[in-house]
């Protein structure tokens, strides 16, 4: 019987150890699944940040006390929002639809207004 020589899927190093072993150590297993996911996880961090900044922009020209209030596009946009990302869709008692970052949502009113709203907590 001849033992089989294992090599990391990593490095390309000897392995010593168990029979199914597939990386010589950590740091070799880490890399490679980083490697694996690096393109999914770029793009789902270029989402994320995108989110992200789009509620801090809500959450800056919406005053701390109030739950409402009115902006322009433009405003917006000056500030980094992109219109193309949000969290999810949500219509009021009247049906007027909400595009949401998360705990903060904005309708287009018109051409150029933009009414930001906050859902009440609870």
């Known amino acids: 019987m001849i033992a089989e020589t294992k090599v990391c899927l990593s490095c390309n190093h000897h392995i010593n150890g168990r029979a199914d ?7 070799c297993r880490n890399a490679h699944h980083n490697q694996l996911n690096s393109d999914g996880n770029n793009y789902i961090r270029n989402i994320n940040h995108a989110l992200r900044r789009n509620r801090r922009v809500l959450e800056e020209l919406l005053l701390p006390a109030k739950l409402i209030t009115k902006t322009t596009k433009r ?10 990302y949000y969290t999810h869709c949500s219509a009021n008692k009247k049906g007027n639809r909400f595009h949401f970052c998360y705990e903060y949502g904005y ?10 709203v906050r859902k009440k907590c609870g």
């Open 75 to 84: 405003i917006m946009q000056n500030k980094g929002f992109s219109f193309h």
């Open 107 to 116: 309708r287009v009113v018109g051409k150029e207004q933009v009414l930001i």
């Open 21 to 27: 072993k597939k990386f010589c150590n950590n740091f």
